[in-house]
């Protein structure tokens, strides 16, 4: 019996963990990585200062190093800094952890990531990405986890109140949830009228620290998803790998996405294209293999 609830218990969480979009973040072998594993083995006999904890942070995120990521990040906090930047980063890196662990570790760092971002909302109540970030988990997360429509609908009503953009992605994104689609489509087509009257589709769109990272990802996939606003979509995805290349999610699925886009919008040159370039990246990407079985 006890078997069979932590099957369930594990079940469930792997259901919240990589629910809605399935795109993973990019990865890295940090192991293999010679030079960053010399840095490693040359510090650990030297004492550390603030500038120090924060170089090696951001090297270990660089390297995709999660865990390590946050054990600088926390040592920074142990040595007296008091920044929303911190608790966001530590509270990012460790949501990146819990959807790669598909047992209780993953909910480990579920509760670690929340933890951060709520500290970083104590430091600054207007935090898009943190107020983003717990939104999504308190309306994905089981209630016997903690999650609660009621906590996911008020970080996401936050969010309206700062951020018009943001706020009606999230209202989208929670109708998407409880797949009331109707209205989802109808907050996502205001989300997207209301970016397009504030930013265009070029080099200005970095300019903007109101930007999120990964915000021009989210609105491509609601366009595959939805089927709406395809070019602007394009465009914005473009120069969302332009921009990051494979920081955020690895190229071939920033490929896939692109293709979907073109077959959506009828251009079977592009959608050939950019399938083949996302499966010359990978030829075992089943995502891409799936999509390009069912369009031939």
């Excluded at 998407?176 to 907050?187: H, L, M, R, T, V």
Aim: glycine fraction near 4%; hydrophobic fraction near 35%; include cysteine.
């Amino acid at each position: 019996m006890k078997g069979r609830i932590i099957f369930y218990i594990l079940l469930v969480v792997n259901s919240y963990l990589f629910s809605q979009s399935d795109t993973p973040f990019s990865s890295y072998d940090f192991n293999k990585d010679l030079e960053y594993q010399k840095t490693l083995s040359e510090i650990k006999d030297i004492e550390i200062d603030k500038e120090g904890y924060k170089l090696l942070s951001d090297l270990a995120y660089q390297k995709k190093d999660h865990i390590r990521a946050i054990k600088f990040l926390q040592k920074r906090l142990e040595l007296g800094e008091r920044n929303v930047n911190i608790h966001y980063k530590i509270g990012g890196n460790a949501s990146i952890i819990a959807k790669r662990n598909k047992n209780f570790k993953g909910i480990k760092y579920v509760e670690i990531a929340k933890y951060h971002f709520k500290k970083a909302l104590e430091l600054k109540e207007n935090h898009i990405p943190s107020l983003v970030a717990l939104a999504k988990l308190y309306i994905q997360l089981p209630n016997f986890l903690g999650g609660t429509d009621f906590k996911g609908r008020m970080y996401s009503n936050k969010l309206l109140k700062y951020d018009l953009i943001e706020g009606n992605l999230m209202n989208g994104f929670i109708f998407e949830i409880n797949k009331n689609f109707d209205s989802a489509k109808e907050k996502y087509e205001k989300a997207f009228e209301i970016f397009k009257k504030k930013y265009s589709c070029d080099q200005s769109l970095f300019k903007s620290d109101s930007l999120r990272k990964n915000m021009l990802f989210e609105l491509a996939e609601v366009s595959v998803r939805f089927n709406i606003h395809l070019d602007l979509s394009i465009c914005l995805l473009k120069k969302f790998i332009s921009k990051y290349n494979e920081e955020i999610f690895p190229k071939e699925w920033i490929y896939l996405r692109l293709a979907e886009l073109y077959y959506k919008s009828g251009d079977k040159s592009k959608t050939n294209y950019y399938l083949n370039e996302s499966l010359k990246i990978n030829p075992n990407f089943n995502q891409a293999r799936v999509f390009k079985q069912n369009i031939y």
